[in-house]
């Protein structure tokens, strides 16, 4: 249902009030592709990819669709949804290279978490 907040520590769904210690606003999000020329097509030529070899370009939502390891993967956007995926591929034995453009991985969380996790 539809929640509205109707005190510190109480919020209202459908009627009914309902209380809390602590609140997380989870919005969601959905995946995008770069806007790349032909990236778009490429994407909605792999929901249906038939039996054509050709390279495979997913979202997080499609990601873990696949019937097949890679040898390599390349992961753009270094947040941690990429990070994520890469490291889930690179435990399996993936080569994996992570692209994005603050030349850093994690780039909104904080930089010693994040120096730790980029030297492994």
Same mark, same amino acid.
């Given at each position: ?53 050709? /390279?495979? =370009?997913?979202?997080? !939502?499609?990601?873990?669709? *696949? ?7 390349? &992961?753009? #956007? /270094?947040? =941690?949804?990429?990070? !994520?995926?890469?490291?889930? *591929? ?7 290279? &992570?692209? #994005? ?20």
């Amino acid at each position: 249902g539809r929640g509205t907040f109707v005190g510190n520590s109480s919020v209202m769904v459908n009627g009914q009030t309902l209380k809390f210690n602590k609140a997380v606003i989870a919005t969601g999000g959905y995946p995008s592709l770069l806007p790349m020329p032909g990236l778009k097509e490429l994407h909605q030529m792999n929901t249906n990819p038939g039996n054509k070899p050709r /390279p495979y =370009v997913m979202t997080n !939502e499609t990601f873990f669709n *696949m019937t097949e390891q890679p040898q390599h993967l390349v &992961v753009c #956007g /270094p947040g =941690v949804i990429g990070v !994520e995926m890469a490291q889930s *591929m690179q435990r399996l034995g993936t080569k994996v290279t &992570v692209l #994005g453009r603050s030349g850093r991985i994690l780039p909104k969380e904080d930089d010693d978490h994040a120096k730790t996790i980029q030297d492994q």
